[in-house]
T-cell receptor, first 110, second 112 residues
C-alpha cells in the first residue's frame, strides 16, 4: 500500500534559521500531497498542498514542491519563528485515503 | 459553520465497555475519515467513507465499526474497549479529498 517517510525529529533551530523537513512517499497513481501542522494541544491544520508534478504549495512562509521524479515533497521555510514550533505531518491523498507520516517535531528557540 | 464537531472531548472507559465517538460536519463534505494518534506513530487511518452508505477499512480497523447513514454524521463505535485503544481520536472531512481535509479537535480516550 501507499506509505510516507519523514525525517526523524525533533528538529531544533534558532529563530531566523532555515528549515527543511524531508518527506518522501510511495504511491500508485498520482497522489495529491499535503503538509499539516499540529500546534501543542490542538488538532491538525492544513498548511499547504500541491496536486500535480512541479506544483509549489505555499502558506505562512512555508513552501513545498511536488517532485514526482524523486517522489518527494520537502517542506522549507527561509526564516523560522518561535511560533512555528509544532509537529509537521506530510500526507499524500490517493485512492480515496489520506495517510500520514509519523510527524516531525520542530522546536525553535529565541 | 461549525466545521467538524467531535464529542465527547474526553472519555474514560473500563475494559470491555462499548461506546460511540460522535463526528458531525456541516460543510456538505462527502469524504470523512477517522484516525487515531499515538505517541511516535503519527496518525493512523481507522475507517473512511466517500459518501453516505459507503465505508471502508483503513490501516487499523480491528475493534472499531463505522456507519454513514447521512452525509453529515460518521460515528465510530468501539465494540469492546481494550487498553490498546487508549489514544487520541480525530475525525476529518473533505469535499473531494484532493482539496484537503478539515479536522475536528479530537477525543482523548483512556481505557483502564
Amino acid at each position: 500500500g501507499d506509505s510516507v517517510t519523514q525525517m526523524e525529529g525533533p528538529v531544533t533551530l534558532s529563530e531566523e534559521a532555515f528549515l527543511t523537513i524531508n518527506c518522501t512517499y510511495t504511491a500508485t497513481g498520482y497522489p495529491s500531497l499535503f503538509w499539516y501542522v499540529q500546534y501543542p494541544g490542538e488538532g491538525l491544520q492544513l498548511l499547504l498542498k500541491a496536486t500535480k508534478a512541479d506544483d509549489k504549495g505555499s502558506n505562512k512562509g512555508f513552501e513545498a514542491t511536488y517532485r514526482k521524479e524523486t517522489t518527494s515533497f520537502h517542506l522549507e521555510k527561509g526564516s523560522v519563528q518561535v511560533s512555528d514550533s509544532a509537529v509537521y505531518f506530510c500526507a499524500p491523498f490517493n485512492t480515496d485515503k489520506l495517510i500520514f507520516g509519523t510527524g516531525t517535531r520542530l522546536q525553535v528557540f529565541p | 459553520n461549525a466545521g467538524v464537531t467531535q464529542t465527547p472531548k474526553f472519555q474514560v472507559l473500563k475494559t470491555g465497555q462499548s461506546m460511540t465517538l460522535q463526528c458531525a460536519q456541516d460543510m456538505n463534505h462527502e469524504y470523512m475519515s477517522w484516525y487515531r494518534q499515538d505517541p511516535g506513530m503519527g496518525l493512523r487511518l481507522i475507517h473512511y467513507s466517500v459518501g453516505a452508505g459507503i465505508t471502508d477499512q483503513g490501516e487499523v480497523p480491528n475493534g472499531y465499526n463505522v456507519s454513514r447513514s447521512t452525509t453529515e454524521d460518521f460515528p465510530l463505535r468501539l465494540l469492546s474497549a481494550a487498553p490498546s485503544q487508549t489514544s487520541v481520536y480525530f475525525c476529518a472531512s473533505s469535499y473531494s479529498g484532493r482539496d484537503g481535509y478539515t479536522f475536528g479537535s479530537g477525543t482523548r480516550l483512556t481505557v483502564v
